[in-house]
């Protein structure tokens, strides 16, 4: 871990999946090994592989993790709804990149649906390749402020319905329900990320 006092500028957050997720901490070892200037980063990899560069954790409560996205000034996650829920709990806006199921990062499409949604509402910065991440984790770190706002307090009774209406109006009507299924399920257990006071609620790590 960074020694103590030194604020971490980067934190990342593979969640505790247990499908590897290594495409991403290439990301980050690429990014760290081709930037001129140092940075400091930590990556909370679960089941995925250690970073090279960059300080590797490989699990810890989620109160510490949570606590370390209140010091850093960019949050990185996977695209799964209890990541960015968290990462929006604590009042960060994160880069987040969705496993994909067909490189057996995870079982199904939810996570690229789920980010897809709270990019285009701005509760998040969705990322799809390298290119992009890196172009919207060297923005992020040119103006922390863009991707620092208030936290999100969880609002049940507010607007309960209108994040169903919005995955099952359009994303999946060619799913033949797996996907539909998990979201839901998701969901019901995580909160409403649209049923709060300006934004989404809290979750864990799916």
Known sequence: ???????????VSLGTDHHRFNRLVDWIDQWMEQ???????????????????????????????LELYRQSE????????GSILDAREV?????????RPELDEVVDGHQIIFTDIMSKQGDAIMAEDYAGFVLKLEAAIAQPATVT????????DIATYKLEEAIFSGFLQSD?????????????????PLAASGGPGH???P
């Open 1 to 11: 871990m960074n020694a103590p006092g030194q604020m971490p500028k980067v934190v």
């Open 35 to 65: 930037r001129q200037t140092p940075v400091d980063c930590v990556v909370q990899h679960g089941f995925s592989r250690a970073p090279r560069y960059a300080t590797a954790v490989e699990r810890m409560p989620r109160h510490e993790l």
């Open 74 to 81: 960019i949050v990185v996650v996977q695209g799964g709804p």
């Open 91 to 99: 009042g960060r806006v994160p880069i987040a990149v969705p496993r």
């Open 149 to 156: 706002t208030a936290p999100r307090v969880a609002r049940p």
């Open 176 to 192: 033949k329900g797996r996907t539909r299924r998990r979201l839901k399920q998701l969901i019901g257990a995580k909160g409403n």
């Open 203 to 205: 979750g864990g790590n």
